[in-house]
């Protein structure tokens, strides 16, 4: 993953090679025409729809599809007939949207209702500032989200209404900041040395300013 110099810290993922989930945009539509002709739906619908999926990994809400027009009865229907895959309550992914590496975090930020955002150690390593490797998927939801349902196991969710400015996007995924990362970090008391070499990585792709950089440090236990 490559980002270009953030507006402050609010960074947006800039590769030169697009993804191949954008890059093959043209041929999964074209080939979800026979999938979408057999539940009767209009062709803008469908095309909005895979539209939808293809900028989200794969992935469609049940929200999402009645902003195209497709009801929760049909997204059922056509999980039944095996075009998709029911991920969890209101959650589906389109089989014609090919695997990626990131499937994983994207679905993560929608199975909270859409409301969620990778953060603390996943959002280090999303971003690539350093060699954490954390054991669950790190993200947080506001506290206006009142999920009820128990998480999945592989989630670490954590409740905290982030400012606007701390939220961007990597590769299409809602992420915390570079910035907001690294403070996490600390608040989780992570290894000092993974927040040194986070905040070298940073400073060097542009991803923190030099007030971003004083508010760190300041943030940071005596050593």
């Known amino acids: 993953m490559k980002a270009s110099r953030p507006d402050g810290d609010r960074s947006v993922a800039a590769d030169p090679g697009l993804p191949r989930y954008v890059t093959d945009r043209a041929t999964i539509c074209a080939k979800s025409v026979a999938i979408w002709y057999g539940f009767g739906m ?15 990994h794969g992935f469609v809400t ?29 959650l589906y992914r389109l089989r014609i949207v090919p695997v990626g590496d990131h499937d994983q975090l994207m679905e993560a930020t929608l199975w909270p209702r859409g409301q969620g955002v990778i953060s603390h150690d996943t959002a280090l390593g999303l971003w ?4 954490v490797n954390p054991a669950k998927v790190h993200v947080t939801v506001p506290a206006a989200a009142r999920i009820r349902r128990q998480a999945p196991p592989a989630y670490a969710v954590h409740v905290r209404d982030l400012d606007p400015e701390d939220i961007t996007r990597v590769d299409g995924i809602p992420v915390v900041t570079a910035r907001r ?14 927040i040194d070499q986070a905040v070298r990585t940073a ?20 050593r």
């Open 62 to 90: 049940t929200d999402d599809a009645r902003t195209v027009g497709v009801s929760p009865a049909a997204l059922r229907a056509i999980a039944h007939r095996g075009d998709a895959e029911r991920i969890s309550q209101g």
């Open 181 to 194: 990362a690294i403070l996490d970090g600390i608040d989780r008391h992570l290894d000092g040395r993974l």
């Open 203 to 222: 400073r060097r792709t542009g991803l923190l300013r030099r007030t971003a950089v004083a508010e760190i440090t300041a943030a940071r236990p005596a």
């Open 128 to 131: 690539e500032l350093c060699d």
């Open 42 to 56: 209009p062709g803008r619908a469908y095309s909005a729809l895979v539209d939808l999926a293809v900028d989200q």
